[in-house]
Each structure stands twice: as C-alpha cells, then as structure tokens.
C-alpha cells in the first residue's frame, strides 16, 4: 500500500510515518482483553521514560480525546477544596486553562503577561506571597499560539518554595524538546499522541507524582469522566481505561514511541531544531519577520507576520499549499496578523526546502512581491 505523504506544518497532527498509519490496521480486539490491557501498561511506563521520570514516583494516566482534556483534567482534578489555582497566561493555550478555570468555578488567580516575551518572574513571585491559598502553579512550557518558550524550571522551583504543584502544559514540546521531570521542577505535564511522538489523534496523557494524584483522591470531584485519581485508579486496579479506550490509536501510538526510541531523544530533537532552522532560512530568503525573538523560541514554532502588501490572502496561499500537499496555520486570537510554520512531525530540511519552492510559486500566483514588505 503506499499512502500520500502530505507535509504538515501546522502545530498538530503531525506529518507521520507510514508504517504508524499502518500500525493501526489489527485484527479486531476487544479492549478488555489482556492482551490490549498490556500493551497500554508497556505504553504507560514508556511515556514516563520519555521524561526520565522515576517509574516508582511518576506514572502516566491515559485519556481518550485531544491535548485539551489534559488540561482540562489536571485543572478540575488537582485543586484541593479551598485553594486556588495561579494561571500564567501569556498565550492563547494558557488563556485556556484560565477559560477551563472559569468553566469549572475553580478559584483562580490570572497572571496576564504580554504575548511576545518570557513571563515576569518577579510578578509570579509576588502573587504567590500574596495569595498563600494557592495550590496549583500552570504554565505552558512552548506557547503553540507564537513558539514562545516559557521558563518552566524557574516557574516550577517558585511553585515548590511556596508550597504549591506546577503543573506545565508541555503537549507541544513532549518528546521532541528534551524534557526532565525532577530536574525540570515539574509535577505533572502532559501531551497527545499526535504531537511530538506522530502518533495519531485521539489518545491524551497526563504524566505526573503518584503520591499527589492518590493525595487528589480526596479533593472534589468535579468531573464524572474527567477525573484524574478515578483514571489512575481504574488503570492501578484493572489496567484498563474506565470507558471505552481508541483502540487503534493506541496501536499506533505504541508504534510511533518504537520509532522515537529507535530515532532517539537527542536525534530527534536535532532532527526538529534543522528543520525550525530550515523554516527559519527559508523565511530570511522572502524578508518575512517573526513575531518572537529567536532566543525566546521554543525552536518549533515560527509564527510569522503577514505581509502588508494587498496581494496577500492567507486563504489563498495555503490553498495553493495544500493542493500540492503542503499545510500552513493560520495565527491565532490576539496574534490575527499572523500565520505558523511548524517543526513537529516525520520531516526534514528536504521537506521544507520542497516547501518554499511552492510557497514562493504561491507568492508568485497571489502577486505579493518578494522580498516581502512592511508598513513598520
Ligand atoms: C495542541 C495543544 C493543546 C491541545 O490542543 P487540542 O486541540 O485539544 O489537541 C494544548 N496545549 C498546547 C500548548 C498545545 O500545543
């Protein structure tokens, strides 16, 4: 069977390898066999492995949905009852974990930091004297919404000196950008099977303490499907998802970490940071600019600004990149002049250098001139 190979350069899916798709054609298997039970137990531990946790300490709890339901599950599970979450929101992923906070009632202080530039360490430092009820310390390690990195191993050692678990939101770092739990400060962190590790959409997991999710067996329960402990719980007792599992995204996942395993950590990250390397280049050479400074990029995302120049149409140009097998990504609320290139998924520099052949044949046909321009 071959399969067209498309290039993603959106922030997620990602461009996969063909022999993940294929690993998702098994025989039919009810998931409550043992045998599917193990493969998710064998899963589990390696996804901890991908961030050198201790396997004693530190367990992952599987989800069936999108990177958002971690989220949404770390948020509502791990408050105590009557303490409050701290939001670091300087992005459109962390303004969503604010929003989830919202949803839930859950009491919560907002940190706003602009979007362009690391967060103010000594403001972060400030509300946690301030407000001693807070638990929960969140911040998204790579703002997808810009490629801004955030300084998650000086937010978490704030959050443990006043006592409080750091929670990062690492879903579009996870398996591509080296991460260590304990040297890193985190308590938790989290990603979906079809970032980082090019796996396909539909399985979510939430890597963190054990001692602190069995701790949250007595928090409030504000979820029925979401909970973090009923779970971890489920998984402790029968090695099964509480409900019904993504049967087949599992087999693939399971697939893809062969792959990352046999790629390597620091391969693969090589790997994503020439290919960011080669978007970046590729950008210089048609006077595009970047709306984030290159040293406070996480190094797999270019959120790029739309030129001032009336031949430019989004639409039409990732139109015409799509038709030839090539996705661009729109920017997001609050960075709407924007448009992203991504790192993620099974490419490299030749991909790219394809890539802006037919992205300058896109300028060329909507008739914005290159070197593009800039009214500032
Ligand atoms: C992709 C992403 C998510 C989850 O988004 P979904 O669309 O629900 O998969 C969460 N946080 C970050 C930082 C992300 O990049």
Redo the contacts with the bound molecule.
Sequence with gaps: MTIKRNILLN??PATTTDTVKLAQVVPDICPREKEFAGLMAGLRQELVRVVHGDAEKYTAVLLCG??????DVCLNSLLPEGKQALIINNGA?SA?AAEICRYYGLPHVELKFPLDRPPDLAAVERSLAENRGIALVYA?????GTGLLNPISAIGALAHRYGAVFVA?T??TYAMRPISLEAEEIDFCMA?A??GLMGMTGL?FVIGRRDLIEASRNYPRRSYYCNLWRQYDCFERTGEMEFTPPVQTVYAAVQAMKEYWAEGEEAKWERHTRVMEAIHRGLEALGFQELIRREDQAGLVAAVRCPDDPGWSFEAVHDYCYARGFTIYPGKAGTAGTFRLCALGAIDTPDIEAFFQVFRAALAQCGVSVPVRYKD
Excluded: A, I
């Design positions: 922030p997620g999108s990177g958002t339901l971690c989220m992923y969503r998204t390690h790579n703002e997808t939101d879903t579009s979906s079809q970032k979510s």
